[in-house]
């Protein structure tokens, strides 16, 4: 069983239009509105991949039972958590004329941390041995930044295993409960570490030290550059195939789906990287909000390059 866990899910709204005119009126000529937040995402792109799971989480208000009916339509099982106020909205402004992307994200409603007592109690409920589960994505308001890791140190307790994809203190904490693997992209690897990462390595160095503190696999997105993973039997880089970015968003969402199906089926950490660089090269195809199509991944699968990387050991 997969389990993906979103503290803070969101409706993203896209909206499209030629040029955005600041003080004027903009006329928009398509848009689209889609569930949304990393964990979410994971889940629609496994539904794609044929591999179930279950949707965890909070969610609030009339947005929040967008969400859940989102989901249930798409075949995806979901349980989340009710909490007072209302899910946050994302705002995307695709301007053609530019091929550039102005997003607006918001907070998410404040939540009280009672609510993550009963997220623990539904996972007690849910997770067994071997199952692997998913934290991603931003911390509402009022949760503590700890709560990737106290959600970590639960799953191993009761024999899972967890993928941490986050970002800022939530992801500072959760790497000291020891994730199995952590999936940043070069930024928040950067601001993890307190410094640039420019070249490859400078990014094979960071993944490197993510291990020496117990983490058995990193893989680090790089965008249209592909991936850096690095697990117990070395290190590969991933080469994703020439496509048309028409949007980034979600992209970093599929690869991480790619990389649990493979890893959940008992697969290498190479083959996750394979099947998880063209979710996210599908997936950047798509506009807007848009994910990867089975039909996609299985296309431009075999044109993923994967190739194994020399890189120095922690002393």
Not at 73 to 81: L, P, V
Not at 214 to 236: D, F, K, Y
Not at 258 to 274: D, F
Request: aromatic share 4%; with cysteine.
């Amino acid at each position: 069983m997969i389990i993906t866990v979103t503290l803070n899910p969101a409706v993203d709204r896209v909206v499209v239009l030629d040029e955005l005119r600041l003080g004027d009126t903009n006329r928009v000529h398509d848009g689209e509105t889609d569930p949304g937040g990393k964990g979410v995402n994971v889940s629609r792109v496994l539904r794609e991949l044929g591999q179930p799971s279950l949707a965890l989480g909070f969610v609030a208000g009339s947005l929040g039972h967008f969400i859940e009916a989102s989901l249930d339509r798409a075949g995806i099982q979901e349980a989340f958590i009710h909490t007072p106020g209302q899910t946050r909205q994302n705002l995307a402004i695709v301007e053609t004329r530019w091929r550039r992307h102005t997003m607006l994200n918001e907070a998410g409603p404040e939540t009280d941390p009672v609510y993550v007592r009963r997220l623990m109690r539904q996972l007690r409920r849910r997770v067994h041995a071997g199952d692997w589960v998913v934290l991603a994505g931003s911390v509402p308001p009022r949760i503590p930044a700890a709560v990737y890791a106290e959600l970590t140190d639960l799953v191993h307790e009761l024999g899972g295993r967890v993928c941490l994809d986050a970002d800022g203190e939530p992801l500072v904490e959760g790497v000291r409960a020891r994730p199995d693997l952590v999936k940043p992209n070069r930024p928040e690897l950067e601001r993890l570490r307190g410094r640039e990462l420019p070249t490859e390595e400078d990014v094979l160095a960071a993944a490197v030290w993510l291990r020496s503190l117990g983490i058995e696999n990193v893989v680090v997105s790089l965008g249209p550059q592909g991936a850096i993973g690095l697990g117990p039997s070395g290190a590969w880089r991933a080469i994703p195939p020439a496509v048309e970015t028409v949007s980034a968003i979600g992209a970093g969402d599929s690869l991480v789906a790619g990389l649990i199906a493979v890893l959940s089926a008992g697969g290498t950490l190479e083959e996750g990287l394979r099947l998880g660089t063209a979710a996210g090269a599908a997936t950047a195809m798509r506009p807007g909000t848009r994910l990867a199509r089975g039909e996609d991944i299985r296309r431009l699968l075999p044109l993923v390059v994967v190739q194994p990387v020399t890189y120095r050991k922690a002393a």
